[in-house]
């Protein structure tokens, strides 16, 4: 059983200029989900690719990673890391 959650950041593929930042403890379905258009926020860009995901086995450590990226600085932070 895989004990881990992941905080991912998928660049669109059609419009490389477009990221989305989420959590997940399954990445290879949620990115389907993500191409199926399943998810409202990342149907208009899809097809989507993961550029980066780190995975955390402390929960608590990966939903606070995710809010960060998701800042003013986080998404900097994103930008020059990853």
Do not use: C
Not at 6 to 19: A, G, N
Not at 43 to 51: A, N, S, T, V
Request: aromatic share 16%; charged share 25%; glycine share 4%.
């Amino acid at each position: 059983m895989n004990n881990f959650k992941y905080v991912y950041i998928l660049q669109s593929e059609k419009f490389p200029d477009k990221f989305y930042t989420g959590i997940t403890v399954d990445l290879q379905s949620r990115l389907i989900k993500h191409n199926q258009g399943q998810v409202t926020s990342t149907k208009k860009y899809k097809p989507w690719k993961i550029k980066n995901a780190i995975a955390f086995q402390d929960h608590d450590k990966a939903n606070n990673f995710e809010k960060y990226l998701k800042t003013g600085s986080g998404r900097t932070f994103s930008i020059r890391h990853f």
